[in-house]
């Protein structure tokens, strides 16, 4: 594995032991129609740590994510078999209301998709629909405090009323995770955020992750090794639809038990 | 290497000339179109009248001025020839033949003139009326040389002048070209469309709202969607056919009304609509559903805050192309019997109605040579009203479209 992964994991100061279940997944398949995308995955993710999932392109990672706030309800011919409980509760139960569900399971994509509204609109859009703010100030407050967490209120304050497609690459990706965290989710599911930005913008992310863990569980998906050993305590290798690996993220970089996994990091393939 | 570069070159230059000509060339013809369309239809916009002096006394109406101020006035006024009676006059006025200088209908305006004030009944009188159609048209650079040596005598008078033809903007159809009005045409084009778009457009949008977000993709949406292609590319006549068979033989509903025509245009309008809002639709980027479904919208709150707001300029655009071909259709509209000659304006949606392109086949269709400059004319209201129809499309697609 490289130096730089190294350096990462040994200046983290972070414990790595397992926290509280927050997620779990049991023998979780997803079928496209005929083909199996995942097959037989079990996951636990903890409030504390920050989960990566890594591997190479195609091998299911970002399909398995979708899973976690049923956002693969919405491709058509998707199924998925298994059981994932989001504090006890299984997600795919009939009872389980989705919409309440990804409210409480937010989520980052790839692309920064900010809305073609106001940088005021879309951190406010989230809480409106679900009713979270009772008046006018209310409202200013979350959009406030979500737009501090994220690093962004400094950069912003002077121009809410601006298109939020006006920002920049890494400033759309931060006022996207301000938009997830404005409905005061338990997880947050970062799906490759940083594959659009430049090094500079994705330090920034890296940086707003480790400041938001422990507030909430967060899982993120990279195709950067370092990234994952940089701000994960916790790995998960995926290869072929089929989790190889999962272990503490130093564990996972340092001394791989499968050899699939050490090929990996060690950039023989990917 | 050279010599190919010089090749690439030299084609490029011929391609942008073929395309610059074919631009050229279809400005010429609209310009051509419009240009004629000013030439001739602007005299229908103007009428010429005559000054006919009368004298009221000597006449043979015989009406008591204060009968006109009474409760029976009305009745009063339609007992009496005034037909006659201006025939008389301008036989007094102009010489033997005098009569046939007026309009058909220069006794309106005297009717009306006395009806305004009965005072003039007790002495004499110069009211302007239309002259008739020979006049108008001499009046106008391109009459028979007859009605040529009329004018030339009434202009010797003084008693001749061309204005604004008000009657025109205001009247309806009549038999006598410088009697009619597009204004009831203009007003059934209205009602007609109204009844179209408040059909088409929410019927429209929502098919194209289910099929694109809701239904699922498989052999009968697939069905669905060739339908719908095929229905918009069908002859307008077989629509108007359809209209016939249910609207008015099934339904029953009154023949040549705005609302049957409204329904039969909304029939023929819906699928250009559906097929435009879909394709408005699927153009707003899938991540924007996603960011709403990621932080817990509902499909139906991602639809109307989202999707919908983004989709809408093209919707409209697409609204307004069908609303427009709406507005020019004439075939489906005959075979509902909105082709009769109606000679006022309607009063609700359920009266007789004809519209805009419907007034111009039918006086194009008329003998007499006054109606030529009508025809003319009534084509450049349609034009006019199709105009202003793009205008708001495009102000409101300008006003509703995103920057990103």
């Known amino acids: ?270 | 290497m050279q010599k190919r570069i010089a090749k690439r070159y030299a084609s490029e230059r011929r391609f942008r000339l073929v395309g610059l000509s074919a631009v050229l060339l279809s400005a010429a013809f609209l310009a051509f179109l419009l240009i004629s369309m000013l030439f001739r239809g602007l005299p229908g916009f103007t009428q010429t009248e005559i000054r006919l002096p009368i004298n009221f006394q000597s006449s043979s109406l015989m009406l008591d001025p204060a009968a006109l101020k009474g409760p029976d006035a009305e009745t009063t006024l339609a007992g009496a020839d005034f037909e006659s009676a201006t025939a008389a006059a301008a036989d007094a006025a102009f010489g033997e033949g005098g009569a046939r200088l007026l309009s058909d209908g220069a006794w309106l305006k005297i009717r009306d003139a006395v009806k305004d004030t009965p005072e003039i009944l007790k002495g004499k009188a110069e009211i302007w009326v239309p002259a008739a159609v020979n006049i108008d048209i001499a009046a106008k650079g391109d009459g028979p040389p007859e009605a040529e040596q009329a004018l030339a005598k009434l202009k010797a008078s003084n008693s001749v002048k061309t204005g604004l033809n008000l009657g025109f903007l205001t009247g309806a159809d009549a038999t006598d070209p410088t009697l009619v009005g597009i204004w009831g045409a203009l007003k059934g084009s209205l009602m007609t469309m109204f009844v179209t778009l408040i059909l088409a457009f929410p019927v429209g949008v929502f098919s194209a709202v289910y099929l694109e977000e809701y239904a699922s993709k498989n052999r009968w949406t697939d069905l669905i969607e060739v339908s719908i292609n095929n229905l918009a590319a069908v002859p307008s006549i077989i629509f108007g056919l359809l209209g016939l068979a249910v609207f008015l033989n099934f339904m029953h509903l009154p023949r040549s009304a705005p609302i049957v025509g409204g329904l039969t245009l909304a029939l023929m309008t819906m699928p250009v609509i559906v097929i435009a809002g879909r394709n408005a639709i699927k153009s707003v980027p899938p991540s924007i559903r996603d960011a709403a479904l990621g932080i817990g919208a509902s499909r139906v709150q991602v639809v109307f805050h989202h999707v919908l707001p983004l989709a809408l300029p093209g919707i409209l655009t697409g609204t307004i192309i069908g609303m427009a071909r709406a507005l020019g259709e004439t075939a489906p509209l005959l075979m509902i019997g909105m082709r009769a000659f109606i000679s006022s304006s309607p009063t609700d949606f359920t009266a007789p109605a004809t519209v805009l392109p419907v007034q111009v086949f039918l006086w194009s269709d008329e003998v007499s040579r006054g109606f030529v400059e009508k025809t003319s004319a009534a084509i450049i209201v349609l034009l006019v009203f199709l105009l202003a129809m793009n205008g708001v499309a495009i102000y409101l697609r300008n006003k509703f479209e995103t920057r990103w």
């Open chain 1, 1 to 270: 594995m490289s130096t730089q992964a190294l350096e990462a994991i040994a200046n983290k100061q972070e414990a790595t032991s397992d926290g509280t279940l927050k997620m779990s997944a049991h023998d979780v398949s997803v079928f496209y129609g005929p083909k199996q995308a995942i097959n037989k995955v079990s996951i636990d993710v903890t409030q504390e740590n920050v989960t990566a999932f890594i591997g190479p392109s195609g091998c299911g990672k970002s399909t398995f994510l979708r899973t976690l706030n049923r956002m693969n309800d919405t491709v058509a011919g998707a199924r998925v078999e298994g059981l994932i409980k989001l504090d006890g509760e299984d997600i795919y139960s009939p009872s389980m209301d989705v919409v309440q569900l990804r409210a409480r399971v937010g989520m980052v994509f790839q692309k920064p998709n900010p809305f073609p509204k106001s940088i005021y609109e879309n951190i406010a859009y989230g809480p409106r629909i679900h009713g979270l703010a009772a008046s006018r100030t209310d409202m200013d407050q979350i959009v406030e405090k979500s737009l501090k967490r994220a690093g962004l209120w400094d950069e912003v304050k002077d121009r809410l009323t601006e298109s939020g497609t006006a920002l920049s690459g890494g400033q759309q990706q931060r006022l996207c995770i301000a938009r997830a965290i404005a409905v005061d989710p338990e997880v947050i599911l970062m799906d490759e955020p940083c594959s659009a930005l430049d090094p500079i913008a994705t330090a920034k992310i890296e940086e707003l992750i480790h400041e938001l863990r422990g507030r909430f569980a967060i899982v993120i998906v990279t195709h950067n090794m370092q990234q994952a050993a940089r701000v994960s305590q916790r790995t998960a290798f995926f290869h072929l639809g089929t989790l190889v690996e999962y272990g503490d993220t130093s564990e996972i970089f340092t001394n791989p038990r499968e050899v699939r996994t050490k090929d990996y990091i060690t950039g023989r393939y990917g």
